[in-house]
């Protein structure tokens, strides 16, 4: 069975976080009851989206985070375990089978930047990963990493540079480099 | 139709349970309404489903007592779309090849499923912003998840 006008997924999920104009909600589930394929379509957005709630309680989603999210999570029962660095600091790290979630908070001024890249380096300044134009406010001074804490857990001995790069009107500087020494518990 | 008046359920309740009392209701009714010959058209039996839908939800939502009454009583399991379930570690890998603003939005956005506005103020973006994000985010999701063509 197949849909002749099936509703974009885009429009499913402005449907399902209710962003859509009433008038336009109604067409969409007028259409809903009437199309199968089309409220499968649904289905698989709400599950895509359980999915990603799953995987953010599990603490696995590298990603950069705002102190609001890290807030809901922790109120939602996640233990987090946060290494504060300041620009150019060092910071003895582990992670312990009780942690859920590894946070690194890298403090930076971050007035005037227009756009921000996390470089994840060893200690020969190597890159092995690089989050590219990180969402971020200026305001808090500081950049939240959520370390995907599985990998730490694996990991033995490391040293983990971070440089966070600034780009400005004249162009791209190192802002701030940080150093993680992690110690397997 | 079971499944779909679950979805409708779960999109405005926001409750597994209360989106099984309410395919119980509308079904209850819907049954009640064809035996008393009030829906004679098989073409209007959608159209007569999601006017209940909206009615039923009306009624839970001032804490009617026909729920309470029903939400003492067994509910049996309501059946959903089956197969669907994403891959866990196919979803994470898809998320990891999206770019950070994107994933920051899908995540933030699904995980308490906070409006593009919620999402904007805490990212320093524009709502526009957040619902194109969001929009170019899922769709390359999808595309991975299923292996099409990015």
Same mark, same amino acid.
């Given at each position: 069975m197949s849909c002749a006008t099936p509703i974009d997924a885009a429009v499913l999920a402005d449907y399902w976080l209710a962003e859509l104009p009433p008038a336009e909600e109604s067409l969409v589930e007028e259409h809903l009851f009437a199309c199968e394929p089309c409220s499968r379509d649904l289905q698989s957005v709400m599950d895509l989206a359980q999915g990603i709630r799953t995987l953010a309680r599990q603490g696995n989603l590298g990603m950069i985070v705002t102190q609001e999210f890290l807030n809901r999570l922790i109120r939602g029962g996640l233990r987090a375990r946060e290494y504060s660095a300041q620009a150019g600091g060092t910071v003895e790290c582990t992670v312990t089978p009780q942690d859920d979630l590894l946070i690194g908070r890298l403090a930076a001024d971050?007035?005037?930047?227009?756009k921000l890249d996390l470089s994840l380096c060893d200690p020969s300044g190597a890159e092995r990963l690089r989050f590219r134009d990180i969402p971020f406010r200026a305001a808090p001074g500081e950049v939240l990493l959520n370390y995907p804490i599985g990998l730490a857990r694996q990991s033995g001995p490391d040293v983990l540079v971070m440089k966070l790069f600034a780009f400005t009107a004249h162009g791209e500087r190192l802002l701030a480099e940080y150093t993680f020494n992690h110690t397997p518990s | 139709m079971a499944p779909r008046i679950r979805l409708y359920g779960l999109r405005h309740l926001r409750d597994e349970q209360a989106a099984a009392d309410l395919v119980q209701q509308v079904l209850m009714i819907t049954i009640e309404s064809i035996r008393a010959g009030k829906?004679?058209? +098989?073409?209007?039996i959608e159209s007569f489903v999601l006017g209940t839908c909206r009615m039923v939800v009306l009624e839970i939502r001032r804490g009617g007592a026909r729920r309470e009454r029903l939400l003492e009583q067994y509910l049996p399991p309501v059946p959903a779309f089956p197969?669907? +379930?994403?891959d866990l570690g196919k979803l994470a890998e898809c998320l990891g090849k999206l770019a950070e603003r994107e994933r920051s939005v899908v995540v933030m956005t699904f995980y308490?499923?906070?409006s593009s506005q919620t999402v904007a103020g805490a990212l320093g973006l524009s709502n526009e912003n957040v619902r194109v994000i969001r929009h170019r985010a899922l769709g390359r999701l999808r595309r991975c998840m299923t292996g099409s063509p990015a």
């Open positions: 971050l007035s005037g930047v227009q | 829906v004679r058209d +098989a073409q209007k197969e669907l +379930a994403p308490e499923e906070h």
